[in-house]
């Protein structure tokens, strides 16, 4: 019997998985298989090939030099699955495979959520899945489809665009401006108290916003939530910097110096080149740019509301 007749899709997925996740722990949990089993198919195929696939040592697994281009052509097989399953999906139930977002805690709560319903309206067949995070997520590891961010990844294998900009502006409540007043110029915001992230649990510097604004600012809390800080905000704790999406939508907050305090940040989408041509994938990058797009004038400051 040929090799290629003693070898499935499911060894390969197997090996795959692995050979992506550098590690057979991970790849484990990926495909919701015991360690054993994982090893146990690994060793089995590398059997049957009469060659290993992979070296191992104590930072992880890496493929070997001459089981490169198998793999290539088994991320090909498994575009090509993928693919299928989609169009099955489509055929029998009528709806597309769920497209996973994933992005910072604002964007996420703050902006995507309210106008799923939108997203929805365009293309009645999506599922949309949105992952919270506030770290870099890897999209060749498969942990979501695509990402929105305030910074270019630039990772090979990745396909990114700027679709917007963000203004971030410094904001405050009534309660506050009783207790404190409001600063009149830039000068006395060194004067005040602020609401920030964690120093140390940050991350993604691009969501330094704060100290980009207010150099060694007096900070009375941190959290790692831009939720929490709003509502800590809200309560009059501090002033706190927030993109606007965030803080205009917080009723209780008002802008602090906007015409002379804020800074902008690009928002980027993120989306592997292997998965880019899926249809469901092409139909949510279109729908999130296209949302993006329309509300440009808000995002910048230059509107008061989002369409």
Known sequence: MKISNRMSWDDLRIVFEVARQGSIHSAAKSLRLDHSTVTRRISQIEILLERRLFDRS??????RPEAAELFKHIQS???????????????????????????????ASCYLAPRISRIAERNPRLKIELFSNPHI??????????????FNPKITGLTSKKISECAVYVYGSKEYRKRYGFPKTRSELQEHRFVSYISEMVTIESVRWLEELVPNPNVVFATNSIISQTNAATSGVGLVVLPIFVGSEARA???VLPDEVVVYRPIWLSVTKDQSGLSSIRSAVEIITELFLADQPYLIGQKSEMT
């Open 137 to 150: 997520v890897d999209l060749l590891k498969k942990e979501t489809d695509l990402f929105i961010s305030f």
């Open 58 to 63: 104590n930072r992880g697994i890496n493929v």
């Open 253 to 255: 907050l008002s802008r």
């Open 77 to 107: 097989m498994e575009l090509h699955a993928t693919a299928v399953q989609e169009e099955v999906g489509r055929i029998i139930e009528g709806q597309a495979r769920p497209v996973r977002i994933a992005t910072m805690e604002g964007i």
